[in-house]
């Protein structure tokens, strides 16, 4: 069920596909991961399916629950290395970021990161864009147990920053993460960095689907 529509005081963002337009790379490094182990993995199926989970499940998904924790540790760092290698060059925030966070800022709004990426990318991308600085709150995978849909992250966030649920908006690029924010009792701004707009018709809880920030009404989500 949709939360109800109050006025925003906490913005929690969702960070690939969300802050940085970095899919296609992670999808490219999971596949290239899988077909080194003679696995043949579909891109959009993969992307719809898994965007927003934690590497550890994506990998059990894949490999095999049995598996066991430092065996999975080590896949997922490997994993990570190559995306971090393949997206390093064109690292940069989607346009209109650094608007938003400065109206944000100056509207008293409370800012979150929430995001499924281990620590070493979280590091890779914020502190790497000198990003980190903005926000109140940073979520990773090392503080919840389960990724997308489960809502675990984005109400850990909302915790730390001392704001409700209800007047939390999530900006998303993923089914997954929109289906997390629902279940979260939030509202979501949906990017369309990497899937159409139509992905996300079935979600109750989406108020608006753009292209980047700059496309965004700002205004209309402090009302």
């Avoid at 499924?116 to 147990?145: C, Q, Y």
Wanted: proline share 4%.
């Amino acid at each position: 069920m949709a939360a109800p529509a109050t006025a925003a005081c906490a913005f929690i963002f969702d960070m690939d596909g969300t802050i940085v337009d970095n899919m296609a790379y992670h999808t490219r490094s999971w596949i290239d991961f899988f077909g080194q182990r003679g696995m043949a993995i579909d891109a959009d199926e993969f992307f719809r399916s898994t965007a927003g989970r934690q590497g550890k499940e994506i990998i059990r998904a894949h490999l095999g629950e049995h598996l066991a924790d430092d065996a999975v540790s080590a896949l997922n760092l490997e994993k990570e290395a190559v995306y971090r290698e393949l997206y390093g060059p064109h690292r940069k925030s989607v346009a209109g970021f650094d608007a938003l966070i400065a109206r944000a800022r100056a509207a008293g709004v409370k800012l979150a990161v929430a995001t499924a990426a281990p620590v070493a990318n979280i590091e890779f991308t914020l502190d790497g864009l000198d990003l980190r600085r903005h926000f109140d709150a940073v979520v990773g995978a090392a503080d919840v147990a389960r990724g997308k849909p489960h809502p675990d992250g984005f109400l850990l966030a909302a915790e730390r920053l001392g704001v409700p649920p209800s007047a939390c908006i999530v900006f998303e690029d993923a089914p997954l993460g929109v289906e997390a924010a629902r279940n979260a009792g939030m509202r979501c701004v949906v990017l369309t960095t990497t899937l159409p707009a139509a992905a996300f018709a079935a979600f109750d809880n989406v108020i608006a689907i753009v292209s980047d920030f700059a496309a965004l009404d700002v205004d209309a989500l402090f009302h």
